[in-house]
């Protein structure tokens, strides 16, 4: 008799096994609140902290008895149950050099750049020249410079981040998630490009 109870687990074992998909989706929420920390150590004028995002506690683990198929069910619901609460990885060393290396620029000639109004926020996450009347000739090769170094770590910033949570194929999302955080945390009299890519001031 238990000889085929152990055979019916492990016939439903098999067949729960093969109907659970777990579908790795992009957890947006996290990205958002993530991108959105980031911005703010970039933008803000005092030299940031990096701070780790604090973890989830795990949950107490649950005495079920020893029984068989609540084992074979803990082993498969914990499974899916992570792809329903993801998170995602946004600091390491890289980003961390990433981000330093913006705030440097935005407390320096970028800063001024979008304080004139000169360059803003592009719908797509990068930032571009808007106004090159607004920067005397003499300025203008250290403008288009800082700008060309601003996208080029940007670019790095998004694959990065993409690449450190094991999903390059995340990079368009989270370009999209920091874009749409760049203009949010905007500051007033900066320009940003909207939805049908006219420039707007904040």
């Not at 074979?72 to 946004?90: G, S, T, V």
């Not at 000639?109 to 607004?134: C, E, N």
Request: hydrophobic content about 45%.
């Amino acid at each position: 008799m238990r000889k085929l109870v152990y055979v019916i687990l492990t016939t439903m074992a098999v067949a729960l096994v093969g109907c659970v998909t777990i579908n790795v989706y992009f957890p947006e929420a996290a990205a958002q609140k993530a991108a959105d920390q980031f911005i703010g150590n970039v933008l803000d004028q005092a030299t940031p902290a990096a701070t780790p995002a604090p973890k989830q506690p795990a949950p107490a683990p649950k005495d079920n008895g020893n029984q068989p198929s609540a084992m074979l069910l803990d082993l498969l619901i914990p499974a899916a149950q992570a792809a329903d609460a993801p998170d995602i990885r946004i600091q390491t060393s890289a980003t961390e050099a990433i981000r330093g290396r913006m705030h440097e620029r935005i407390g320096g000639v970028l800063g001024s750049l979008l304080d004139s109004g000169a360059v803003g926020f592009t719908q797509d996450g990068m930032v571009a020249m808007r106004d090159a009347a607004k920067v005397p000739l003499s300025q203008r090769a250290q403008a288009n410079a800082a700008v060309a170094d601003e996208n080029r770590d940007r670019a790095a910033l998004y694959r990065e981040i993409a690449v450190a949570n094991n999903h390059p194929e995340w990079e368009s999302q989270i370009r999209a998630t920091f874009a749409k955080g760049w203009i949010e945390k905007a500051r007033a009299g900066w320009y940003y490009q909207n939805a049908a890519g006219a420039w707007q001031k904040k």
